[in-house]
């Protein structure tokens, strides 16, 4: 397996996993939300001295995703999404459309298409769906991100099942609060249409902060090398380590909770 697709890699951990990929020696194209982030990433994968194929791919744009099924990528790695907040009783529709349009339809869209060429071609390929730690648990005001990761826990967990025959691999990595930005990023979203004077719910600044201690990516991009390599062949792989009772023990704490 050589070729391999990653979205969202503009920033974050789309970026950091796709230098680490290339550096390995796959063929790594590198997709961005926008044409403004292509040469901005040629610039660091030069600096960073690794080749780098970077295009830009909107997963929401049809035109976008018909392009990259032309690519006969034998790795699918999904990363592009983006995170919306705030109290589900009051977010504006318009916002909670807007998160599952990008993190579930768009998403399903290419791998639809991605695959579709897999199963042509007759290769045994690989996809990769970055989910979240967001996608077993919830927390409050993160409803809407929550929602659509736990829509890409049950597409991965059917896909996985349907595609055996196929010999395409389907995984999920749930990356917990890792050191990249998007967290405190996303936490600024509600910002765009929380009015004290007219919302209910009461915030406060703190609300405004994500409310964990964050890590460095390092042992979660190794993760996903090694799933890309075969070294690693489990459906779920939850980092960092520590999280992985924490998950559990939530999840237990469901079957025993009051309403």
């Known amino acids: 397996m050589n070729k391999i697709l990653v979205t969202g890699a503009g920033t974050g951990l789309g970026k950091l996993m ?13 997709t961005v939300h926008s044409l403004e982030q292509v040469a901005l990433l040629k610039q660091t994968a030069l600096e960073n001295k690794v080749e780098l194929t970077v295009e830009k791919l909107d997963i929401s744009d049809v035109l ?7 690519w006969n990528v034998d790795v699918l790695i ?27 339809f768009s998403t399903l869209a290419l791998t639809q298409g991605i695959v579709q060429q897999m ?3 007759g290769i045994a ?12 648990i919830t927390k409050p005001l993160t409803g809407p991100y929550c929602a659509t990761k736990h829509a890409l826990e049950a597409m991965a967990e059917v896909m996985s099942e349907e595609l055996k025959d196929h010999n395409i691999q389907v995984s999920l990595v749930n990356p917990g ?15 765009k249409w929380y009015n004290p004077q007219k919302n209910f719910t009461r915030l406060t600044e703190d609300s405004f902060k ?16 090694q799933i890309v390599s075969g070294e690693v062949q489990l459906f779920r792989n939850l980092l960092p380590e ?3 009772d924490v998950v559990k023990d939530y999840q237990s704490s469901l079957w025993t909770k009051n309403s």
């Open 64 to 70: 976008d995703r018909e392009k990259a099924f032309k």
């Open 177 to 191: 609060p890792y050191d990249t930005g998007f967290n405190d990023a996303q936490m600024q979203e509600m910002k």
């Open 18 to 30: 796709a230098l680490a990929l290339a550096n390995k020696g796959y063929q790594v194209i590198a």
């Open 119 to 121: 199963v042509h071609r």
């Open 78 to 104: 999904n990363n592009a999404g983006i995170a919306e907040t705030g109290p589900l009783a009051e977010i504006p529709m318009e916002y909670f459309r807007r998160n599952f349009e990008v993190n579930v």
């Open 242 to 244: 520590s999280f992985v």
């Open 210 to 225: 994500f409310p964990l201690k964050q890590y460095q990516p390092d042992e979660l991009i190794e993760r996903i090398v």
């Open 125 to 136: 390929g690989k996809v990769i769906f970055i989910s979240s730690i967001a996608g077993i």
